[in-house]
C-alpha cells in the first residue's frame, strides 16, 4: 500500500515559529517594515515591532474593541491586542498554531478551523486580516467577514496582492503572492465595502524578502558542506539518504529546494517588481 503523502507545511510552520522566537524573542511570522533599519537578523524584532504599529494605528481608536484575528499566527498579534484592552477571538486552522495561539494569547477564543468554515458569533468591531489574507478566496472572506462585523465595524488587511500586468511566467512562481489587485478592488462594491483608508508599504517591506533568502543561503552552505562531506568520506550512506529522501519528495520539489536554498532570484526588488504590500481599513457602505 502507498505511503501517505508527506505534508511539509505543519514543520514547516514549526521550523518558522521556532527560528522567529528565536530571533527576536517573539513568535511572529509577519514580514517587518524596515525603514530606517539596516537589514540584518538583529533587526527583525524592530521591522516587526514597526509594522505591528502602523497595523494597529488602522483600528478605530478611543476603545475597546472586539476584535476577530482571522489567520492570527501564533497569537503574538492577539496577544498584543488583549495587552491593550481589547477583546480578541483568534481563527486559525493549523493545530499547532492553535495549540501557540492559547498558550500566547491566554484568554482569548481560538477557533481551530478555516475560516470558510469557522462556527463564529459576531458583532465584532474589526475583522483583522494580518497576512492571512491571501490564503482564502476573497469573494468568500469579505463576505462572511462583513457580515459578522457591528454596524461601525470595519475590515483591516495588512498583506500582498498581485499588482496589475502581473505575470508568472513559466519557471518558478515569482517572490511573493496574493489575490489580482484589480479584481479584488472591482469586487468591493458588491460586498457592500469600500475602502477607507490606504497605503503602500511595499518600499519598506521588501527588505524581508533579503534577510530571508539570506538565512536559506546559509543553510543551502551548511547542507553542501555535509553533502560534500559524505560523498568523499560516506558515499554508500550519501547514496542510501539520497535515495530515501527520493522517496518522499518528488523530483520537481527537490529542485525546487535546492534553487530555495542556493539561489539569488528571490530578493527585494523582485518582489517591489511583483506585489504590493498594502495596508486598508474598510468600512461598510449599506
Known amino acids: 500500500m502507498a505511503g501517505k503523502k508527506i505534508d511539509t507545511r505543519a514543520p514547516g510552520l514549526e521550523a518558522g515559529v521556532a527560528l522567529a522566537k528565536w530571533l527576536t524573542g517573539k513568535e511572529h511570522l509577519h514580514y517587518g517594515l524596515w525603514t530606517g533599519l539596516e537589514v540584518r537578523a538583529a533587526n527583525l524584532g ?40 481589547h477583546r480578541v477571538e483568534i481563527v486559525v486552522p493549523s493545530p499547532y498554531l492553535a495549540g501557540r495561539c492559547r498558550e500566547n494569547a491566554k484568554g482569548a477564543v481560538v ?54 500586468g502581473f505575470d508568472r511566467g513559466t519557471g518558478d512562481r515569482p517572490v511573493g503572492g496574493g489575490h489580482p489587485l484589480g479584481k479584488f478592488r472591482a469586487f468591493l462594491p458588491k460586498a457592500g465595502l469600500a475602502i477607507e483608508t490606504e497605503e503602500d508599504v511595499t518600499d519598506a517591506v521588501a527588505p524581508s524578502i533579503d534577510l530571508e533568502q539570506a538565512f536559506f543561503n546559509v543553510v543551502g552552505v551548511g547542507l553542501a558542506g555535509l553533502d560534500r562531506e559524505f560523498s568523499e568520506k560516506r558515499p554508500r550512506m550519501r547514496n542510501l539518504l539520497v535515495g530515501l529522501i527520493g522517496l518522499f519528495m518528488g523530483k520537481a520539489a527537490r529542485d525546487r529546494l535546492a534553487r530555495r536554498l542556493r539561489g539569488k532570484a528571490r530578493t527585494a526588488d523582485a518582489f517591489r517588481a511583483n506585489n504590493r504590500y498594502l495596508l486598508m481599513r474598510l468600512g461598510q457602505t449599506a
Open 46 to 85: 524592530p521591522a516587526q515591532e514597526a509594522y505591528s504599529q502602523k497595523l494597529f494605528a488602522l483600528l478605530p481608536q478611543g476603545r475597546a474593541l472586539r476584535i476577530l484575528d482571522i489567520g492570527g499566527g501564533a497569537g503574538e498579534t492577539a496577544k498584543r491586542l488583549m495587552d491593550l484592552g
Open 111 to 164: 477557533h481551530e478551523a478555516l475560516f470558510q468554515q469557522a462556527q463564529v458569533t459576531g458583532p465584532f468591531d474589526v475583522c483583522l486580516f494580518s497576512e492571512s489574507f491571501q490564503y482564502m478566496p476573497f469573494k468568500v472572506s469579505l463576505p462572511k467577514a462583513r457580515g459578522l462585523l457591528a454596524p461601525d465595524g470595519v475590515i483591516v488587511i495588512g498583506d500582498t496582492f498581485r499588482p496589475e
